[in-house]
């Protein structure tokens, strides 16, 4: 079982950046893949960026360029920094961590980009 607490969430005008972090507990060693997903309002959970264990990143298209995840695994964390923000990057920030056999999820951070 891995247990996941987010924050860095909040309230930003369009143009600015956020950083969010997310910090692993529990069985930790199990856990290959972390990342970020989201879900905007009326929207469906979409995947925002993933980092492997050794580091390889994917990203959603509309926030490469943007966002930037990264690692520390010593730290048992995961970050998302969010640069340039948009009014529809507006939403439920989700962390995830993936093992060979299970997602686990954690409670979610609010962001809002208003214009």
């Known amino acids: 079982q891995v247990q996941l607490v987010e924050s860095g969430g909040g309230l930003v005008l369009a143009g600015g950046s956020l950083r969010l972090s997310c910090t692993a507990s529990?069985?930790?060693?199990?856990?290959?893949?972390m990342g970020w997903y989201r879900q905007g309002p009326g929207k469906q959970r979409e995947l925002v960026a993933t980092i492997t264990s050794g580091g390889t990143t994917n990203y959603a298209d509309s926030v490469k360029g943007r966002f930037t995840i990264s690692r520390d695994n010593a730290k048992n964390a995961v970050y998302l920094q969010m640069n340039n923000l948009k009014p529809e990057d507006t939403a439920v920030y989700s962390c995830?961590?993936?093992?060979?056999?299970?997602?686990?999820w954690g409670q979610g951070t609010q962001v809002t980009v208003s214009s």
């Open positions: 995830a961590a993936k093992t060979v056999d299970s997602t686990s």
């Open positions: 529990g069985i930790i060693f199990s856990i290959n893949t």
